[in-house]
């Protein structure tokens, strides 16, 4: 293990053993006050999040994208303060923590037996949403994550999420797919977080006017199976209780090859998501390359992120 993912993974396990112990209030005031700090360092992090959020908000003045990726990294840090604090979260802090909109979409989905894919964007804290699920809706899921490095940062993220009574499967090893369709045949619920591709098979949308690429998953979990695929959306506001909606269902295309339906069905999530997006902005944590013209050589430098 390199010097690097021995201090991210030190790092990530002080959060986790530390901040879950201080009084909310303190916790509150650390998350802002390490969001102002890395804000003001300008780092490449903060950079990305303000050329994304150009995009978002294209009439913006420069000094309305400072404001924004300030706004923008204090709603990331509040997302990790939350992450960090929620194993130590009682039931019912978790249950007050957040008030979604139209979950009737959910439950009925659940209840009719077919399964239910539920597809986010990086906004707010989708990690507080899924524990809402599991302890107010008592409907325990399966997601997959990234696997990240070193192994043991991974399988912490793993824990913490496995505490919050998610089933999670690594991105990696090309078996999820399969394990996530049979728990949808059961009628069981999957959730994906899904604005950003992170395979080869990723399907080209139009997003906020630019042409990014999403993963193709949600669809087709929705096609071979049946289940419903639902849009989820979530924001801050100046309350500490979350706020989110369920979108209506993305229905399947009665007609086309397998491969149209996807782009079109995946295009249906990928205007749910700029609907939310743009409703609150600063709160989704986009601090990487996301659309094409980003991660294409450009022409001055040649040169491939």
Not at 283 to 290: A, E, F, P, S
């Amino acid at each position: 293990m390199s010097l690097p993912e021995r201090l991210s993974d030190t790092l990530y396990g002080l959060g986790w053993s530390t901040v879950k112990k201080l009084p909310e209030p303190v916790a509150v005031r650390l998350g802002r006050a390490i969001a102002d700090l890395a804000w003001k360092q300008r780092g490449k992090g903060v950079e990305r999040l303000e050329r994304n959020y150009a995009r978002v908000v294209p009439d913006a003045s420069p000094a309305r994208l400072a404001e924004l990726s300030r706004a923008g990294m204090r709603s990331y840090l509040r997302y990790w303060m939350e992450s960090f604090r929620l194993p130590a979260w009682s039931p019912e802090r978790i249950r007050a923590g957040f008030a979604p909109k139209d979950v009737h979409h959910l439950t009925d989905g659940l209840a009719a037996g077919k399964g239910v894919v539920l597809a986010l964007p990086h906004l707010a804290n989708w990690d507080l949403a899924g524990a809402w699920v599991t302890t107010e809706l008592n409907t325990p899921f399966t997601t997959v994550a990234e696997r990240l490095k070193p192994e043991t940062l991974y399988d912490r993220f793993v824990a913490y999420r496995e505490g919050l009574g998610m089933e999670v499967l690594p991105h990696s090893g090309g078996s999820a797919f399969g394990t996530l369709a049979r728990r949808l045949r059961d009628g069981g619920l999957v959730c994906l977080v899904a604005d950003r591709d992170l395979s080869a098979s990723g399907v080209e949308v139009s997003f906020f006017g630019e042409t990014a690429r999403m993963p193709a998953g949600p669809a087709l979990l929705a096609q071979h199976t049946g289940a419903l695929l639902l849009p989820v959306t979530l924001w801050y506001d100046e309350t500490p209780v979350m706020k989110g909606r369920v979108h209506p269902p993305i229905e399947v295309p009665e007609s086309g090859t397998r491969a149209e339906k996807t782009s079109v069905m995946t295009q249906a999530l990928a205007d749910a998501f700029a609907s939310g997006i743009a409703d609150h902005p600063e709160d989704w944590h986009m601090l990487q390359r996301l659309w094409l013209a980003d991660l294409e050589p450009r022409p001055a430098d040649g040169e491939r992120p």
